[in-house]
């Protein structure tokens, strides 16, 4: 090793300056991945809600293996979910049995639902295939403003035809 090698760079080349992103638009953009982050946390729970809904009314009970069988997801995954509907109020178990829904689950659960289903008839109104509708609505029911879930019953309502 010469002594070359072993000294710092007298004259170090120089680096672009970082931004903070403390400036307004940082705060705004922090502030959209913060909606965003939430946003998907929130879908991830309508989601289990409404499973676990499904298994109550079919099966009497929801278990964690049926759960993360219908979600496409490793038990693993499922379990630490269903911890945080737990944590959240909105779910509850019972020793060596299943996943059930508090009152606020399943509150949720009748929401999701009708969100759901009022997607998927404003898709169909559009000439949406029914698959197609009921593949697409899984995203948008989660993502659909209040506002535009409103316009989206008005249309239905006027038997799909646009104002004006």
């Not at 965003?36 to 009314?57: F, G, K, M, N, Q």
């Not at 993360?68 to 509907?85: D, F, P, S």
């Not at 169909?124 to 209040?146: N, R």
């Amino acid at each position: 090793m010469t002594t070359a090698d072993s000294c710092p760079d007298p004259d170090p080349p120089e680096l672009p300056e970082l931004s903070d992103h403390g400036g307004p638009e940082g705060a705004d953009e922090a502030a959209r991945h913060a909606s965003a982050r939430t946003a998907r946390a929130a879908a991830l729970a309508e989601d289990y809600v409404e499973i676990i809904a499904d298994l109550l009314e079919r099966d009497a009970e929801a278990r964690p293996t049926d759960i993360a069988r219908r979600l496409g997801v490793t038990h693993a995954t499922a379990i630490k979910t269903i911890g945080r509907l737990k944590r959240d109020g909105l779910a509850h178990s019972k020793p060596y049995r299943g996943v059930f829904l508090t009152e606020a689950g399943h509150e949720l659960a009748r929401r999701v639902r009708a969100r759901h289903q009022t997607v998927v008839a404003f898709l169909a109104a559009l000439g949406v295939p029914a698959d197609i509708a009921e593949a697409d609505a899984e995203g948008i029911e989660h993502h659909v403003s209040d506002a535009t879930l409103a316009a989206f019953e008005r249309f239905l309502a006027e038997g799909g035809k646009a104002p004006g």
